[in-house]
């Protein structure tokens, strides 16, 4: 069975994976993460007698540095290896894997110019990620409190020349400053952001991608990179000039008399681990479910962006049950699905679960069907006069963006068949995550710094 959406992760591993204390960490960490496919930059030591093997993933290219993983189950295949760069077919999808010069900033520009040659018409790269050992940007790397000096121009030109040359994009670099190595040298803090993930133009716009930054606090000093990639070939919108950011989520909302199965549901299944009673009902629209939970001897809260549900007053502290109930499919973004999705798990006790359903993909694409609704973006417009935006999100994609939100799925998923046409899953916080961790963002630097090569050592 073909799946709607890979999950890559990538990261450097600073040869841990035989290593007797970070293995079993690592371990931990990949079944709550539990990509598709997996790139490991410095696998293990070069020294090492024996590949170490990682259960339920067998190896698609590499020894004992460079390896690329698939999970079992999941197709894929070679296409070419070398010392510091692999790619693989998965699905349909053309994967890089890269761990560039750790000490050479002009083998580093050469390597650059290589996977830009290799990138040639028929077969362009879907994704390249891995541990680029540079900043692209200048602010990307600092040293103290000051712009550092490790990545010359000629690198940065390199890499521009592979954005452009390629039609990639480098989809960890919006938003806020993050860095995915730090390391103290000479009694300074030299922070990067070197782990990146170039998704080509086209594919960008319909995937997800986020970093982790837990394993350092476990058993790496960098930070993983993880990326949820579609699977086939994008919808073609009926009227090109629409523009899916003119979507009003709150339109879609629905007045009921009674309030949704979801929530008798929570009442009951989840009123043991609701301490104290408190709900947060994250998008409840007209509030319905709220007054249920209240009149049910709850303590409930709803929450919506939209003031005109007159809920807007953002929450205060965390609770040990959230529900995010058909949000998501009407977000015509998958970054702002991931945002929203974060600033729900903002607010979850960190032992609390979160309950979130959306519209499924054969109940979506089932009415757009009946009720000749046109495409928009990666999901349809369910009224255009109304500018709602539907999308149908499986179990898979679901769990794509809470794990890219800092979630795995939990334990406690009921057992029991949900209403047809919906989605739905149980999330909590990944172990890692429990008490927020602040690693990969610091101040923004100052200055350039004018000593010379003070933080060479990366």
Not at 2 to 9: E, K, Q
Not at 162 to 181: H, P, R, S
Not at 322 to 332: C, D, E, G, P, S
Not at 395 to 415: D, F, I, M, N, W
Request: charged content about 20%; glycine content about 10%; proline content about 6%.
């Amino acid at each position: 069975m073909t799946p709607g959406h890979l999950l890559v992760a990538g990261l450097n591993l600073r040869k841990g994976l035989a290593n007797a204390t970070r293995r079993p960490r690592f371990l931990r960490w990949l079944i709550e993460v539990s990509p598709d496919i997996l790139l490991i930059q410095e696998t293990q030591s070069a020294q090492a007698a024996n590949q170490a093997v990682i259960p339920g993933y067998r190896r698609i290219a590499g020894d004992l540095s460079l390896t690329s993983w698939a999970r079992d189950g999941v197709a894929a295949r070679p296409v070419g290896a070398a010392r510091w760069y692999q790619t693989l077919e998965a699905h349909g999808r053309l994967i890089g894997n890269v761990h560039l010069s750790p000490s050479s900033g002009r083998e580093r520009a050469d390597q650059l110019s290589q996977l830009l040659e290799a990138n040639k018409p028929g077969q362009e790269l879907d994704l390249l990620a891995g541990d680029f050992n540079l900043a692209p940007r200048r602010q990307d790397g600092i040293f103290g409190d000051r712009l550092s000096t490790f990545t010359s121009g000629a690198e940065r030109s390199a890499f521009r020349a592979l954005l452009d040359g390629g039609g990639l994009v480098d989809v960890l670099a919006e938003g806020e400053q993050e860095f995915t190595f730090e390391r103290q040298l000479r009694s300074q803090t030299s922070s990067f952001r070197c782990d990146l993930a170039l998704l080509r133009q086209g594919i960008a716009e319909r995937s997800v991608a986020a970093y982790d930054h837990s394993p350092r606090s476990s058993f790496s000093d960098h930070s993983a990179v993880l990326v949820s990639i579609p699977v086939g070939a994008g919808r073609v919108p009926a009227r090109p000039e629409d523009d899916p950011a003119t979507a009003v989520p709150a339109h879609t909302a629905m007045r009921r008399s009674t309030a949704s199965p979801w929530a008798q549901w929570v009442a009951t299944a989840l009123a043991p681990k609701a301490a104290g009673g408190r709900v947060l009902d994250f998008g409840c629209g007209h509030g319905r479910d709220v007054r249920f939970y209240n009149e049910s001897g709850f303590h409930a809260v709803g929450y919506d962006t939209d003031p005109m549900f007159a809920a807007a007053l953002p929450p205060e502290g965390t609770f040990p049950v959230i529900t995010m109930l058909f949000v998501l499919n009407t977000i015509a973004s998958p970054k702002q699905r991931l945002a929203a999705l974060r600033q729900a798990t903002a607010h979850l006790d960190d032992d609390g679960v979160l309950l979130v359903a959306t519209r499924s993909p054969q109940e979506v694409e089932r009415q757009a069907s009946t009720r000749s609704w046109d495409a928009v973006g990666d999901g349809y417009w369910s009224s255009r006069a109304r500018r709602t935006f539907q999308r149908g999100i499986g179990t898979e994609e679901l769990r794509h963006l809470g794990v890219c939100g800092g979630l795995t799925v939990s334990a406690q998923l009921p057992k029991r068949s949900w209403p047809v046409g919906a989605s739905a899953l149980l999330f909590r916080l990944r172990d890692a995550q429990r008490g927020r961790p602040t690693a990969g963002r610091r101040p923004a630097a100052t200055g350039v710094l004018t000593t010379s090569m003070a933080d060479t050592l990366f």
